[in-house]
């Protein structure tokens, strides 16, 4: 009887931890738009889509500028704002890319890498340091996601 009590438990505290985890990554717009489509927008603000409805996500046409580093051919397929995501489960401090060009993106503009995408083969992670100075080289065009993999 404990053990099914205790199933059911875990279970309604991992419903309860996946609430938690989407109520704080409603900012993260639903809509993103390619670096391409942002380069090319025009207006000072670029106004996105999120969850809460009430509060679109906003990226400044300036905060883009650090991007124009980045090869054009890669530009189509580099979604802002960029998302690193909060390695819970993995410690207090670590971050991941959403994926590998994303990754080559916070990877140069880091100065941790200095060549071509063709020949990045990194799987890095980044860690508060890393996280802190993407955030003030990006400004609007970085959002973070909370995420673990143990629920």
Not at 22 to 28: A, L, P, Q
Not at 69 to 80: A, H, R, T
Request: hydrophobic share 40%; proline share 5%; aromatic share 14%.
């Amino acid at each position: 009887m404990e053990d099914y009590v205790d199933k059911i438990r875990f279970r309604i505290y991992e419903k309860f931890i996946r609430h938690e985890f989407k109520r704080v990554n409603t900012h993260i717009p639903t809509k993103r738009i390619s670096l391409n489509e942002a380069f090319q927008s025009h207006g000072q603000y670029i106004e996105l889509p999120t969850q809460d409805s009430n509060n679109p996500y906003l990226i400044r046409r300036d905060d883009l500028k650090p991007l124009a580093i980045i090869e054009k051919e890669l530009w189509p397929e580099i979604k802002v704002p960029l998302i690193i995501v909060r390695r819970i489960d993995i410690g207090r401090s670590v971050f991941k890319a959403e994926n590998k060009v994303v990754e080559y993106v916070f990877s140069k503009l880091l100065g941790l890498y200095h060549g071509e995408y063709s020949g990045y083969s990194e799987n890095r992670f980044f860690y508060w340091p890393h996280f802190a100075e993407l955030k003030r080289i990006l400004r609007s065009c970085l959002t973070i996601m909370f995420f673990s993999t143990q629920i």
